[in-house]
């Protein structure tokens, strides 16, 4: 099996070649270094893998045969979807690429009360292209094949008039509150998770999640960063009910 994953989002069909240019084809011939007849493996999102042969290397065109698809086991049998309150840069560049490699399989990202970031449409436009660019190399770091979809950015109060019929487990992380995960009822193979900038969300933001279906948890004594939060509760929800138990 190829050692190298290259995510792609061109549609691999077993047998056809693929042309690979700009950033893809530098990365493959600069960084990689492979050469003609090294294997590869190519992934776009389709939950399979393609081992895949390279035919040309160029300084900006990069030919690839595909092979047979293979399933990819790596998917968890728990969907967790990640609403999380909009952080500073790198923070949440952060959270996309360590959630993604905790098996997240859909991350909203919104804004809050309290956010920090201002975003207007052309803005949220690229960020919503950078965020899917790092949740794609987390999947080929982890050994993903199933890209978690990267949603445009909402107003909190927006989004959750908009999903107040959604179905599944529905938490929101709230500091010093008494219930805490383990004592909460986590059936179903269905979650959200909701959680808050690095402000935190306002009591009526809580007041609007509770009235959309979500439980207020605590997650310990202390109070963790955004990114910290968001990545212990995934990371624990995978292991009580996922595929890290």
Partial sequence: MPRTRLYTDHPLRPGNEVTLDGDRAKYVS???RLRPD????????????????????GKAVVTVAVGDARENPSESPLALHLVQGISRGERMDFVMQKSTELGVTRITPVL?????????????????????????????????????????????RDWLGANLAAGGTRL????????QL???DLS??????????????????????????????????????????ALSILAALQTLRGDLG
């Fill in 188 to 229: 179903g193979d269905s979650m959200t998770v909701l959680v808050g900038p690095e402000g935190g969300f306002s009591d009526q933001e809580y007041e609007l999640a509770g009235a959309a279906g979500f439980l207020p948890v605590g997650f310990g004594p202390r109070v963790l960063r955004t990114e910290t939060a």
């Fill in 38 to 57: 090294e294997e590869i493996l190519l992934f776009n999102g389709d939950g399979f893998d393609y081992p895949s042969v390279v035919r040309t290397v």
């Fill in 112 to 156: 809050t009360e309290y956010s920090v970031v201002k975003l207007d449409a052309k803005r949220a436009g690229k960020r919503v292209a950078h965020w899917r660019g790092v949740a794609a190399s987390a999947c080929e770091q982890s050994g993903r094949s199933m890209l978690p979809e990267v949603e445009s950015p909402l107003p909190l």
């Fill in 172 to 179: 929101v992380l709230k500091p010093g509150w008494p219930a």
């Fill in 30 to 32: 600069r960084v990689l």
């Fill in 182 to 184: 383990g004592a909460t």
